[in-house]
């Protein structure tokens, strides 16, 4: 599985599934020959002022000079949904709303003049986890449409989330269970090393 990227990463597949999301978009210039683009479109040009939907990564590929489209906030991080998540994000089913809600939502806050899209993923975000982690470390208990209910991020911590919590019980129960150093706990071992090229003894 790929770790979702909070930056464009050219090499990962889930930095490319989400620019592929088309989003709403109007034009600021007449565009000629570029009806294709709209196929509600008869004419084969676009005036100014045309709205359309376009995939991100071709309004994020713009030149900042020479601006032929203007992306719109999508209607799921507009005010109205904001009051919904409001009363209480836990319910709503974020999956269904958009695959990869925070993902698309981190690359629209460059579109979004009065900052809102981004205040409203950090609420909407620390509100959800704490039902989250309830989950995890109740798994089992409750039967979860993962799909519906969480996105793309939230689906891969509630799994790992319960991984990590029936590792953990199992280790309380004493079952066979081998405990791997961290990443950090690794590389910070290996600098720790003395003059001769020896690794130095833990103080």
């Given at each position: 599985?790929?770790?979702?990227?909070?930056?464009?990463?050219?090499?990962?597949?889930?930095?490319?599934?989400?620019?592929?999301?088309?989003?709403?978009?109007?034009?600021?210039?007449?565009?000629?020959?570029?009806?294709?683009?709209?196929?509600?479109?008869?004419?084969?040009?676009?005036?100014?002022?045309?709205?359309?939907?376009?995939?991100?990564?071709?309004?994020?590929?713009?030149?900042?000079?020479?601006?032929?489209?203007?992306?719109?906030?999508?209607?799921?991080?507009s005010e109205a949904y904001k009051e919904i998540y409001k009363a209480?994000?836990?319910?709503?089913?974020?999956?269904?709303?958009?695959?990869?809600?925070?993902?698309?939502?981190?690359?629209?806050?460059?579109?979004?003049?009065?900052?809102?899209?981004?205040?409203?993923?950090?609420?909407?975000?620390?509100?959800?986890?704490?039902?989250?982690?309830d989950l995890c470390q109740n798994v089992g208990t409750e039967s979860?449409?993962?799909?519906?209910?969480?996105?793309?991020?939230?689906?891969?911590?509630?799994?790992?989330?319960?991984?990590?919590?029936?590792?953990?019980?199992?280790?309380?129960?004493?079952?066979?269970?081998?405990?791997?150093?961290?990443?950090?706990?690794?590389?910070?071992?290996?600098?720790?090393?003395?003059?001769?090229?020896?690794?130095?003894?833990?103080?």
């Open positions: 599985m790929n770790i979702p990227s909070y930056i464009p990463n050219y090499y990962s597949l889930d930095d490319i599934t989400v620019t592929q999301e088309r989003v709403p978009c109007r034009t600021l210039q007449d565009l000629y020959m570029m009806g294709f683009l709209d196929p509600s479109e008869k004419s084969s040009n676009l005036p100014a002022n045309h709205e359309l939907e376009l995939p991100l990564w071709a309004v994020l590929q713009q030149e900042e000079t020479n601006l032929y489209f203007d992306a719109k906030i999508p209607d799921i991080y209480d994000a836990n319910y709503v089913e974020l999956g269904a709303l958009n695959k990869f809600y925070y993902e698309l939502g981190i690359y629209m806050t460059r579109f979004d003049r009065s900052n809102s899209v981004s205040e409203m993923l950090h609420s909407t975000a620390q509100e959800r986890l704490k039902g989250l982690k979860v449409n993962i799909t519906s209910k969480f996105e793309f991020i939230e689906r891969m911590l509630y799994n790992e989330g319960c991984k990590t919590n029936k590792l953990f019980d199992d280790w309380l129960q004493e079952k066979q269970v081998y405990i791997k150093s961290t990443e950090i706990a690794v590389n910070i071992r290996k600098r720790k090393r003395s003059p001769d090229g020896e690794p130095e003894e833990d103080q």
